[in-house]
């Protein structure tokens, strides 16, 4: 069963940190790339952040500097490192995964993506 749980969301101020994490199956743990997304009220989900199972790492420029993805493969965990966070950061954070093998271009669209989690809320007050 394809199992994607992300945790870790909660409110901050702006400037501070929350580390997301994204438990997912086995199975689903195998393909390609796995990324985080983003969703905030009355805009489209766009890309954050995504790793490879190579361990290459995408990330959206609206956080290079900021945030940062890694992996823990003998936990099959995914996790989002967020610092300086803004309030423009404000959303609900969804994990996903590939089911195959897409081309560098396409790791931050989310129509890459075919499995997905939940999502979990991060708002950023100023």
């Known amino acids: 069963q394809v199992q994607l749980l992300e945790s870790g969301g909660g409110s901050v101020q702006s400037g501070g940190s929350l580390r997301l994490s994204c438990a997912t199956s086995?199975?689903?743990?195998?393909?390609?790339?796995v990324g985080w997304f983003r969703q905030a009220p009355g805009k489209e989900r766009e890309g954050v952040a995504a790793?490879?199972?190579?361990?290459?790492?995408n990330l959206a420029d609206s956080v290079k500097g900021r945030f940062s993805i890694t992996q823990d493969n003998a936990k099959n965990t995914l996790y989002l490192q967020m610092n300086s966070l803004k309030p423009e950061d404000t959303a609900m954070y969804y994990c996903a995964a590939t089911g195959g093998r897409p081309p560098r271009f396409r790791y931050l669209l989310h129509a890459t993506y075919r499995y997905w989690g939940q999502g979990t809320q991060v708002t950023v007050s100023s």
């Open positions: 086995r199975y689903v743990y195998g393909t390609y790339c």
């Open positions: 790793i490879t199972r190579t361990g290459s790492t």
